[in-house]
């Protein structure tokens, strides 16, 4: 048996893969086209791995798609490509309505004219499974309930539109064609191989390098933090026994804002590999001008996951984030293979010299 993975060399898909053929006998067919966020460094430990097979591929070549298809015929596949970056997607939203819409209606059209062409069996156990995200919700006051699968669509970043419009594209495969889909929103992640754009990896490395510490505006922004490892169960638990056509929200029931967030980091650093000069990380905190836009609180409703899948988390935030702290300690090659060229650029555009 086959599965076929959309983005798999990036963070989360990444995470995916790892986890999956470690547990599982199945071989994973990996499409990845490999932007910046791609880094087949994280792969690195499947290389000689005849069950992990790579093409450098965008999901919206459909001969491509349609040939892997075919070739592999895979029982599943799962979507995890997408550009992912809310300010990325600030300074150049072409990017992402590229891949997020346009991606992800050309691999439903290629998805779908396999699908109609498999014998009746295989058309029943077949899956296709969307990744997305909580942002596609809007934002939460502070008084405000977590987000529900039920929750009204009201994305305001660039990103959470693109990604709204997969998911509504994804719901209508369904609808329409019978596609067998599922779709999982999740809350922001965090742990190993993260691109360093996102706040956790920056600080970490920031610190450690000596940099300042980039808070937007007064840092209150809350965030429902869900470890990658933990995320990569629930959806193998969705691929597994989800109901066709349903969303499943995915948190970690770990709210926290941003600024509390640095500190926890900055506390662990002091722990784990205080600075030569003995003053704490957090001395290095710097605030700078809020994004526009910015989404004040997301938080996530998991418990139609665990009371039909019976899925919950195994991390709190602070069993996660000391791994996750510990986990860029201990691999500072990969570090230093990815924070090259194209991300200082980056680094330097944001949030200046």
Not at 120 to 136: I, Y
Request: charged share 20%.
């Amino acid at each position: 048996m086959t599965i076929l993975v959309t983005g798999g060399a990036g963070f989360i898909g990444g995470n995916f893969v790892l986890d999956w053929l470690a547990a599982h006998d199945e071989t994973v067919v990996n499409l990845d086209k490999l932007t910046y966020a791609g880094n087949l460094q994280t792969l690195a430990s499947l290389r000689d791995n005849p069950r992990h097979v790579f093409v450098q591929g965008d999901i919206g070549d459909r001969e491509l798609v349609a040939n892997l298809l075919v070739q592999y015929q895979p029982r599943a596949v799962l979507n995890f490509a997408a550009e992912s970056h809310v300010d990325r997607s600030i300074h150049g939203p072409g990017d992402f309505i590229h891949t997020n819409v346009l991606g992800t209606f050309n691999l439903l059209e290629s998805v779908r004219a396999y699908w109609t062409a498999l014998p009746a069996e295989e058309q029943q156990a077949f899956r296709f499974l969307h990744v997305s995200t909580d942002e596609v919700y809007g934002t939460l006051s502070p008084a405000d309930p977590p987000f529900a699968e039920d929750n009204r669509y009201e994305p305001n970043s660039p990103y959470s539109a693109s990604k709204a419009a997969s998911d509504h594209l994804v719901r209508a495969w369904h609808h329409t064609y019978g596609l067998p889909v599922l779709t999982t929103n999740c809350s922001n992640n965090y742990g190993p191989y993260h691109f360093p754009e996102k706040l956790i990896p920056l600080v970490i490395l920031n610190a450690l390098a000596g940099k300042p510490l980039p808070i937007y505006g007064d840092g209150q922004q809350v965030r429902d933090w869900l470890y990658v490892k933990d995320h990569c169960s629930a959806i193998r638990r969705v691929l597994e026994a989800g109901q066709l056509g349903e969303t499943y929200n995915v948190g970690g029931w770990n709210e926290k804002a941003n600024l509390d967030v640095v500190r926890s980091i900055c506390a662990l650093l002091d722990e784990l590999r205080p600075r030569a000069d003995g003053q704490p990380y957090a001395s290095q905190i710097t605030y700078v001008q809020d994004r526009p836009g910015h989404d004040r609180r997301y938080a996530i409703d998991a418990r139609k996951l665990q009371r039909e899948l019976g899925w919950k988390p195994a991390e709190t935030f602070d069993s996660g984030i000391r791994k996750t702290v510990q986990w860029y300690l201990d691999n500072q090659a990969w570090v230093a293979g990815v924070t090259s060229g194209s991300y200082r650029d980056w680094l330097s555009q944001q949030y200046g010299a």
